[in-house]
């Protein structure tokens, strides 16, 4: 599993221990199982890319904190209904022509295929969780940004 500490899978715990509720709660809300959710909080299963969005929506929460990839909570970020595929797939294919690379190298480094990262660049698929994590951490993004839950520190600066 690319993540390699449990802090996803003990965050979404905390986080909903904290709010009081239950695996059945939190799955109601999440419009999943309790057994799906238990997967996810368990480590057994990655929760998926949306999933989170929505739990981080619920709960306050960035996915930046919720993956582990800040230690702390730095800021609100504001909610994102859903997350859009096509945004997505500019942020990856941005991120990607800023670092210089072609698709194939990209798809190497994710350990994925070309025509993966093409239909995520086209917004035909929303990437998933670990590809997602696994570009924050090598090219060191906020997945927040990345998943267009908040504007980036170069947009604002251009836009202003």
């Known amino acids: 599993m690319i993540f390699s500490s ?14 009081d509720l239950t695996q059945q709660e939190i799955a109601d809300i999440l419009h999943v199982s309790q057994t799906s959710y238990s997967r996810w909080e368990t480590g057994k299963e990655l929760i998926p890319l949306s999933k ?15 993956t582990g990839l800040i230690p702390f909570e730095r800021t609100t970020i504001p909610r994102k209904k859903s997350l859009n595929k096509i945004e997505v797939g500019k942020n990856i294919q941005t991120i990607r022509e800023e670092n210089h690379l072609f698709q194939y190298e990209l798809a190497r480094i994710l350990n994925t295929t070309q025509s993966t990262i093409c239909a995520y660049e086209k917004g ?12 924050a951490k ?15 520190e170069k947009k604002k600066v251009v836009n202003q």
């Not at 449990?6 to 709010?19: A, P, Y």
């Not at 739990?55 to 996915?63: A, K, L, V």
């Not at 993004?141 to 998943?147: H, I, P």
Request: net charge negative.
């Open 6 to 19: 449990n802090v996803l899978f003990q965050r979404l715990q905390d986080i909903r221990e904290d709010l």
């Open 52 to 66: 989170l969005n929505a739990f981080c929506n619920y709960t306050n929460h960035s996915m930046d904190y919720v």
């Open 124 to 135: 035909k698929t929303l990437i998933l969780t670990a590809f997602a994590f696994q570009l």
């Open 138 to 152: 090598e090219f060191h993004l906020s997945l927040d940004e990345l998943c267009g839950r908040k504007v980036s």
